[in-house]
Each structure stands twice: as structure tokens, then as C-alpha cells.
């Protein structure tokens, strides 16, 4: 039954005006949040927001700074540290190629407070002091950059009143930064790419010395190959984590996994995509993956990929050395974690291969045998369940005529080989 | 016995034992430990699971959950070490009748359920005192406890076993472990939960007893058997049984201890593995490469120039020094591309005034030492004394 014709007296909830006054509210919302501001709209800057600042004639003011600041000679000292002895030149050719100069960003864009004297109204103690205090200009144009900066690594470092840590200009310097992302496909370009390794190798050298000799830094340094990890790869850029926390570790073989389970790049090299399922699948990945899903911080000294491969130093597994595919190298590896591990020990873990007639024979043959042996025991089982089920059912909803006869046949039964003298009872 | 209700005056049921305390009490202590061995095993399998990792967020995380599995299964070991003391003395010192071996009649008593199932026949078979499901769960019980116990030791001391089986064995324990407690948990749910719990609600397990019409159903031939008077095992002399009670003895002390004994090994002695983390990153995380700083030469000692005047040496060296900033339109309004200018200065004042250092604006900007072209102490001297000689 419809309800129109029983309550011919109910309204529509809302009248048709108060409809399309609430439509056109909606409408008019929807235009002001869906439209682009157009004091933000950059089509030539898609990563920076608009300057803090009044945008000036870049080519005027700059002409003026550059008066000065093209001497190669220039410099100044801040501090009492003759190291402090600080550059003051800015190579204009540099600056002419920049991304900065191309958004049309003048000196004073990020040099703001600027005072006509000598020495521009700045006064710093030391050469740090001096970046650190200029990189709060970056977040001018760059906020969603340097916020997840203040979430990184480096940032909590400065906090903590480490103030060696890296700020933005330690990175991109910004008179000679030139475009990171491709401009076509807004990926980060190639050279870029192959220019983060020997930035950071700037603070991170013994990193860099190692990473240099691992397969990934080889292939990145010596043969410029774009398929290996380079350091922000795994670490990330900006929001830079701290990779020494548990939190860091638990998640790390889902880094490794996001290269080594895409099948595209892995067949280049012959590599398995298995390795991040059999892991998984093994006695230690298991752990890991139960750890970070329930107590991501908890501590779990179950090895994730790194502590196996190597971290910075990862090598190629039929590495004479070091490889893992060295059953010697594998047993002194396995012994970081289990000192009384003996010489049949490596074999215990199936090196993420996933068991075959070859590999491994007898884990995939025992598995093979309960792939039969479980439906062959529990297939009948389920037969006779079902069967006698059914039959209790009909007995219960068939003819009572029928019902009633079933118990009158459960008499004690003869036993064959004995004799009725208990059925006298 | 049987027992006169005291309500109604309906004929009373007569009772039978059917499990005594032991029996009941290790029943109960190894469902307990099966369940929980379930409970945190099944997961450990399917970690991915939800359900898993809804169970490990429950039971407080993934080790916790081992702890009670290995827990669990030493307990279960030591009620299968008390299962064969139990028995072997049944069988040994009461002479009882082995009932629980699977044999040809219980095919007979399958074939003719079915036929019942399909209406070929007009009742069940008659089933002893155990019927073919419950000799079938005890086989299995029989089987599972043995390979989940050498299964799982092997992968509890890896390193104690591979010091006597190639490595390959670990990995195929635990494919075994697997597969066999798959097949152990769902045969208690399709098997015993229906026989025991869903067919008919069977107690006797925790009652010890099963009344008249009960055997009648379940157990027909065994309460025919106990009502003839047949069931009851021969009686011997009060000698015999104490002998074979003495001679049962060390059999009982050495399953005994060899269970205890191996629980304790097994739970003690390999260290498989060690407690810390395991070792980190060694290369220090900051190590900067020297920054590369400004040069900064002591200038040698500078000759007296040959020709102290504007154009012998004054007027290059300020063109070199300073006229990047004070060149044409230079900063502060000063220029030092010409005399004129030169001298003449900018907004600080006069650039030089002869004869008058402390006059001239050059000389005090100078002497704040961090102009950004600095002139040296020798270039400084030489300029004041082409001021004092009146600039030529």
C-alpha cells in the first residue's frame, strides 16, 4: 500500500521555494570553493604558492644588487670565526637560469627587510645563523613544502638545537636552483634525480661512501641507471622520517617491496617479484607485518630486509663477498641473530623462493600431500555429517506415521557371537 | 545409578558411567590448550587475515600470541604424556578391552549408516561402546598430536634439530604444522561439534554419564553388553593386580620423566636466537664533507708602489677594488672611476680630503674592517700617505 492516498494532508518536507533557495545557496557555494583564487592561480610555479611579497621588476632591482653582489671578491664576516668569512657573491649567469628568476622573483623577493646601508640592516653571529635566518623566507612561496619539512627529520634536529641540520637553502641553493620537476610530466627530472645522492652526501659522506659501493649507488652514480633508489627514494625528501625508530623499521620492507614487487622494473633484471610474499609468508616477515599492523612502535627484533641485505651497503646477491646467495655469506648473516646457527641452518629459509619439485622438494611435496590428504579427510567427514543430518531432518518434518515407528526400532541389539541372556532385562 | 525423580512419578532414568575423572579432567585441559593452540596458531598462518590480525590486536600482539601457543602446547604435550600413563594402567593393570582401535565393524557400521541415510535400512548401525566417529576423532587426535608435537618442536629448536637433519626440514615442518592443524581444526568443527554438540548435546564429557534412553541411541551394543553382565573385565586376586601395579611403575616414571624432561629441554635449553636488535647502520649518520670556505690569503707584504699618484697606482687599485659597487652610478651616490669623483665622495662626505685622513670618508669606512671591498692595512697605509702628500 502507497502512502500518497492514506495521509493526503502530508507536505513535501521541503516546499518547492525553500528548494530552490537551498539549490541556489548550494550552487553559489560550490562556485566560490571550486573556483581557483585567482590572486594563487602560478601556471608557471605549480609547486609554489603566490610571493608573500609585492611582486617588484626583477630585472630593475636585481640590476641594483648586482652592482655589488657580481664581485667575485665580495664577502663579509660574521661572528668572530675568520671560517665564518662568508661569500657575498651571487654569480649572475647562475642566477638568470634559475627557476626563481623565471617565476620573475627579484632579490628583495626573499631578501625582504633590506636596508639600503652597508651590510643591508644585517647582523648575524655566524655564517649558520645567517642561512637559517633566510630559509623562513622559503615558505613564502613554498608552505606546503617547508611544512612538511617542520614534520622531517632535520627540522626536529634543529629543534633539539642541532642547527647543523639541513634547511632548505643547505639543499636548493636559491641562486642557482634550476627546475626540479620536468615541466612536461611534472615528474622530478633526470638530473635532478642524479644530483640528490651528492647532496646529501654533503652532511651524510660516510652514508655516500657506502651507498656508493652498493649496487643501487653504482648503478645511480656510475651508470646515471633512473630504476635504482636514490637516498629520497626510500627516505623521501621533505617530511625526511627519522629512519631509526621502530615505527621506521616495521614499515621499511613495504619500501624495498615498492620497487621490488613491480614487475616491469624487476624483469629488466631478472629479479623475483616473490620477494616481499615469501617474506611475508616466512616465520620473521610474518612478525614484522603482524607488528606493524597491531603496535607499529612496538620493538621486534625480527629482521626486515635491511638487516639481511645490508642498509646503505646493499650488495648484488651473487656478490662473491657479500651476496647472499653464498650459502657462507648466508650462514654468517643468519649468525648476527642466531650465534649457535650451524652449517645446515641457511637452508632452513627457502631464500624467498617459493617452493617447488626443486626447490625445496619436501616443503612443496608436504604441501602438495595436504592439499589432497585435508579434502580426502574432511570431504567424507562432511559427507556423512550432511547425510545423517538430512536424514534426522526428514525424520523430524515427514509423516508422524513414520516418526513414531523410528524409535520403536531401537531395541538392544544381538550381539552375533554371544548368547540373549541379557535381553532378558 | 539410577536416581527417583522427585517431582514426578515417571519411571527413573537409569544413569552409566561413562568417562571417569581422569578421563574427563584430560579432556578438558586439552581442549583448553587445542583451542588456544587454534586460537594463536590459525593466525599465525594467515597473518594477513583480518580476522588475524584482529585476533593478535586481542591477544596483545604477535609474541604474546606465541607465548601462549608454546604455553599451550606444553600442556598439551604433558596431558598426552598423562593419556599414555592413563591408559597403558588401564590396559596393563584393569585388563580392560582395547575399544577405541578403529576395526572391520566399524566399516560395517559406516556402510550401514549409509544405507539407513538412503532409507535401505530401518536403523543405525549398533554402534560399542565407541562408535566409528569417535574411534575416527581419537585416530585423528592420535595422528594430529603427533605430527603437531614433532612439528612444532622441530621449529621451536631449529638449531637443535638441524645439528641432525638437513635445514630443508624446518620449512617443511611448518608446511606440515600448517596443513595438519587446518585439517585438525575444521574436523573438530565439522566432525565433533556436530556429533557431540549439534546432533545431540552430549555431556558426558563433564557429567561423567549417559542415561538409558542416551545409550540407547548412542550405544546400543555397549548398554546391551553391560545389561547382560558380560562388560565387566574378569575379576583377579588382590596379588596379581598389585604385581602388575609394581610392575606398571617405572613404565608410568618413564614416560613421566622423559615428557618432563623433554618440555623442560625443549623450553630451556636452545637459544635460537638473540634478544637486542639487530646490528644498525654502522657508518655515522653525520659526517658532513668540509665545507668548502672562502679562502682567505695574508696578503705579503706589498712593495711601496714605484709611483705613489692617481694614475701610477691610486687610480687602478680603487677601479679594481671598489668600482664593482662605486662604478658609474655607483652605491652610496660615490664613484671612484675618475679623480674628481674620487675625491669629491658621495652621501658619507668627501671621499678624500688632502692632507686630512680623518677627513675623508674613504678612510672611516675602512676602518670598520668589514666593508665588502675591504682594502689591506698595506693598501690603506699607501692611501694615506697619497693623501698626506696632497693627492698628486
Known amino acids: 500500500m502507497g502512502s500518497r492516498g492514506v495521509y493526503p494532508h502530508r507536505r513535501p518536507f521541503v516546499s518547492s521555494g525553500g528548494f530552490f533557495f537551498l539549490l541556489i545557496l548550494v550552487l553559489i557555494m560550490g562556485f566560490f570553493a571550486g573556483a581557483p583564487t585567482p590572486a594563487f592561480a602560478s601556471s608557471v610555479l605549480p609547486s609554489a604558492r603566490s610571493f608573500g611579497v609585492v611582486p617588484q621588476n626583477p630585472v630593475e632591482t636585481d640590476a641594483e644588487c648586482l652592482k655589488c653582489h657580481k664581485n667575485q671578491a665580495m664577502s663579509t664576516t660574521w661572528g668572530i670565526l675568520e671560517s665564518d668569512k662568508v661569500s657575498l657573491y651571487v654569480d649572475p649567469t647562475a642566477y638568470n637560469n634559475t627557476v626563481h628568476l623565471e617565476a620573475g622573483l627579484a632579490c628583495i623577493g626573499c631578501h625582504v627587510g633590506y636596508k639600503p646601508e652597508s651590510g643591508h640592516g644585517n647582523n648575524f653571529n655566524s655564517r649558520r645563523e645567517a642561512t637559517l635566518t633566510m630559509s623562513d623566507a622559503c615558505g613564502r612561496c613554498h608552505g606546503e613544502r617547508q611544512e612538511e619539512v617542520m614534520d622531517g627529520v632535520h627540522a626536529e634536529q634543529i629543534a633539539a638545537g642541532n642547527i647543523a641540520a639541513a634547511v632548505c637553502s643547505d639543499c636548493h641553493s636559491p641562486h642557482t636552483i634550476t627546475r626540479i620537476k620536468d615541466k612536461d610530466n611534472g615528474l622530478v627530472s633526470a638530473a635532478t634525480h642524479f644530483s640528490i645522492a651528492k647532496n646529501c652526501e654533503k652532511c651524510h659522506s660516510a652514508i655516500y661512501e657506502k651507498y656508493s659501493q652498493s649496487v643501487h649507488g653504482q648503478a645511480n652514480i656510475e651508470q646515471n641507471n633512473p630504476d635504482v633508489p636514490t637516498c629520497t627514494n626510500c627516505h623521501g625528501a621533505h617530511n625526511i622520517e627519522d629512519p631509526r625508530t621502530m615505527a621506521y623499521r616495521l614499515r621499511s620492507p613495504q619500501i624495498c617491496a615498492k620497487c621490488h614487487t613491480n614487475l616491469d622494473v624487476m624483469a629488466k633484471y631478472g629479479l623475483s617479484t616473490e620477494v616481499m610474499n615469501t617474506y611475508v609468508s616466512d616465520f620473521h616477515g610474518t612478525t614484522v607485518t603482524i607488528f606493524e599492523k597491531v603496535s607499529p612502535d612496538a620493538e621486534s627484533n625480527k629482521p626486515v630486509c635491511y638487516d639481511c641485505h645490508g642498509i646503505h651497503d646493499i650488495s648484488r646477491t651473487d656478490d662473491p663477498t657479500k651476496g647472499l646467495e653464498i650459502k657462507q655469506n648466508l650462514l654468517k648473516t643468519c649468525q648476527k641473530c642466531h650465534p649457535d646457527a650451524t652449517a645446515n641452518f641457511p637452508d632452513s629459509w627457502t631464500s624467498h623462493y617459493i617452493p617447488d619439485a626443486e626447490k625445496y622438494p619436501s616443503v612443496y611435496y608436504i604441501n602438495l600431500f595436504y592439499q589432497f590428504f585435508i579434502p580426502a579427510v574432511l570431504g567424507p567427514m562432511g559427507i556423512l555429517v550432511l547425510l545423517d543430518f538430512g536424514r534426522s531432518m526428514l525424520d523430524k518434518f515427514s509423516s508422524p506415521k513414520r516418526k513414531t515407528t523410528s524409535p520403536k526400532v531401537n531395541p538392544m541389539p544381538k550381539k552375533k557371537e554371544e548368547d540373549n541372556d541379557g535381553e532378558t532385562k | ?392
Open chain 2, 1 to 392: 545409578m539410577a536416581k527417583p525423580n522427585k517431582n514426578t512419578k515417571l519411571v527413573p532414568v537409569k544413569l552409566y558411567n561413562r568417562f571417569n575423572v581422569v578421563q574427563r579432567l584430560q579432556h578438558f585441559v586439552f581442549l583448553v590448550s587445542f583451542t588456544l593452540l587454534g586460537l594463536t596458531g590459525l593466525p599465525q598462518k594467515y597473518p594477513l587475515s583480518p580476522i588475524s590480525v584482529w585476533l593478535f590486536a586481542m591477544l596483545g600482539g604477535i609474541e604474546t600470541a606465541r607465548l601462549i601457543h608454546h604455553i599451550s602446547a606444553t600442556i598439551m604435550i604433558g596431558v598426552s604424556g598423562i593419556h599414555i600413563i592413563e591408559v597403558g594402567y588401564r590396559l596393563w593393570v584393569d585388563r580392560i578391552h582395547i575399544s577405541m582401535i578403529p576395526w572391520v565393524n566399524d566399516l560395517q557400521h559406516v556402510i550401514h549408516d549409509i544405507q539407513y541415510y538412503f532409507g535401505y535400512k530401518k536403523h543405525k548401525a549398533y554402534y560399542g561402546r565407541y562408535s566409528y566417529a569417535e574411534k575416527m576423532e581419537y585416530l585423528a587426535l592420535i595422528w594430529g598430536t603427533l605430527v603437531m608435537a614433532a612439528t612444532g618442536l622441530m621449529m621451536w629448536n631449529p638449531i637443535t634439530t638441524l645439528r641432525f637433519l638437513p635445514g630443508e626440514v624446518i620449512p617443511a615442518a611448518k608446511a606440515a604444522h600448517g596443513g595438519e592443524a587446518v585439517l585438525a581444526v575444521a574436523a573438530i568443527i565439522i566432525w565433533h561439534f556436530y556429533h557431540v554438540h549439534i546432533k545431540t548435546f552430549n555431556k558426558s564429557m563433564f557429567t561423567g554419564k549417559l542415561n538409558q534412553h542416551e545409550m540407547q541411541h548412542e550405544h546400543p551394543a555397549e548398554l546391551a553388553l553391560i545389561e547382560s553382565g558380560e562388560q565387566q573385565p574378569p575379576e583377579v586376586r588382590l596379588r596379581t593386580k598389585v604385581i602388575r601395579q609394581i610392575v606398571f611403575v617405572p613404565f608410568a616414571i618413564f614416560v613421566f620423566v622423559a615428557t618432563a624432561a623433554s618440555v623442560y629441554y625443549i623450553v630451556w635449553f636452545e637459544n635460537t636466537a638473540v634478544a637486542g636488535l639487530p646490528e644498525g647502520e654502522t657508518a655515522p649518520a653525520f659526517s658532513p664533507l668540509p665545507t668548502p670556505t672562502l679562502v682567505v690569503f695574508e696578503p705579503t707584504p706589498m712593495p711601496r708602489p714605484a709611483s705613489l699618484t692617481w694614475a701610477g697606482w691610486v687610480g687602478p687599485m680603487l677601479n679594481e677594488k671598489c668600482s664593482a659597487c662605486h662604478g658609474a652610478d655607483g652605491v652610496g651616490g660615490y664613484e671612484v672611476l675618475s679623480k674628481e669623483s674620487s675625491i669629491r665622495g658621495g652621501n658619507a662626505g668627501p671621499g678624500f680630503v688632502a692632507g686630512n685622513p680623518a677627513g675623508s670618508s674613504v678612510f672611516a669606512v675602512q676602518a670598520e674592517g668589514d666593508h665588502p671591498g675591504q682594502l689591506t692595512k698595506d693598501e690603506i697605509k699607501y692611501l694615506t700617505d697619497w693623501v698626506n702628500a696632497g693627492m698628486p
